[in-house]
């Protein structure tokens, strides 16, 4: 059991790995589609029609695969200071009950992001500049819940495996 999550844990710090150089990736990106888009309009005075859709695509990206990183880091937006004044037992139940409520979260990002993506595929609909699919821009949602539903799996594991040390 232990070997399992210790592979698990590698698996998930392998994962963050990944995602970190794609999310600085996306967000560079970003940042060079709308220097070139403001650069075009006010210097050129040629904006390219692109510019904006790509650019809000690249940040629905990076965005999104930042609730992974962050939620992994613990940088999700937390009850700390509530949790740190009860006894560590319930401290402890209240921290499992919050991965639990983020693993439903996770799962319905994945089920109702699965259901538009299809929606989307099956109408065939596009962005009128670029021609993108607009499926594309939800994609995000349903990676980011399988991811979440990885992480959370991995984070619920870790307070089993630790769970004496927590209670003390």
Do not use: C
Not at 8 to 14: D, L, P, Q, T, V
Not at 45 to 59: F, H, R
Not at 75 to 96: D, M, N, Q, R, W
Not at 150 to 159: D, M, R, S, Y
Request: cysteine-free; proline content about 4%; hydrophobic content about 60%.
């Amino acid at each position: 059991m232990l070997n399992a999550y210790n592979g698990y844990k590698k698996a998930i710090k392998a994962l963050i790995k990944v995602l970190d150089v794609l999310i600085v990736t996306l967000m560079l990106s970003m940042v060079g589609v709308v220097i070139y888009q403001v650069v075009m309009r006010q210097i050129f005075e040629k904006p390219p029609m692109w510019g904006e859709q790509i650019a809000v695509l690249l940040m629905i990206w990076f965005v999104f695969f930042g609730i992974v990183l962050g939620l992994e880091e613990g940088l999700h937006i937390g009850i700390t200071l509530l949790v740190s004044k009860f006894p560590k037992k319930a401290a402890y139940i209240v921290e499992v009950i919050v991965n639990i409520f983020i693993m439903i979260l996770a799962v319905l990002y994945a089920w109702f992001g699965y259901g538009m993506v299809q929606t989307l595929i099956n109408t065939g609909a596009t962005r009128p500049v670029t021609g993108l699919p607009d499926a594309i821009f939800f994609l995000p949602v349903v990676l980011t819940g399988i991811l979440m539903i990885f992480v959370t799996i991995g984070k619920l594991a870790e307070q089993f495996v630790n769970r004496k040390e927590m209670q003390e």
